[in-house]
């Protein structure tokens, strides 16, 4: 059970962590997810999915397999799901300008926001910063995650043969 608190994770986590040909990040990516399986505390948005099986379809170095990714996207999407709808677009419109971010980013904030996180992993914004109120933390800038064990995923009859495939 989670400790009230919430962590937004953004795409570039979750690839990282799903991308084998990131041999420095996905250790990392992999125990920031670990935590929060354990915990309880991850929360995304269906733009993070979106991305999520876009980048590891066609980006991945070799591209992951269609079922895998959809695999995937399903075993994440049991965790809180912000769904963007046409409120949250204007509202990351809004924030775009106040907070100077691109539209995508002001697109996660804002996710993070209405989920109730108190703090967004991400690579694209820089550690130490505060949007909205929310934290950010960049695992890949000081890792603590580095040393711990690189299993994360629970036991599920659709992560089998996801489990299968890490290396």
Known sequence: MTSGRRTFVDTNVLAYAHDASETKKQPIA???LKEMWADRSGVLSTQVLQEFYVVA???FHPPMP???AREIVAL???????????????????LEDE???????ALIVEAARR???DRIVSEDFGTG?????????NPFDAAPYVDRPQEF???????????RSLP
Not at 79 to 85: E, I, L, T
Not at 87 to 93: C, H, K, N
Request: charged share 25%; aromatic share 8%; glycine share 4%.
């Open 76 to 94: 994440y999407s049991t965790w809180p799901v912000v769904q963007v709808d046409v409120e949250l677009i204007l509202d990351a419109a809004t």
């Open 99 to 105: 907070a100077q971010l691109s539209f995508w980013d």
């Open 30 to 32: 992999r125990a920031v």
């Open 153 to 163: 995923l629970p036991t599920t009859r659709r992560s089998a043969s996801f489990r």
């Open 115 to 117: 989920a109730g996180a």
């Open 66 to 68: 269609r079922p895998e």
């Open 129 to 137: 910063r505060r949007i909205a109120g929310i934290a950010i933390t």
């Open 57 to 59: 379809t066609r980006k």
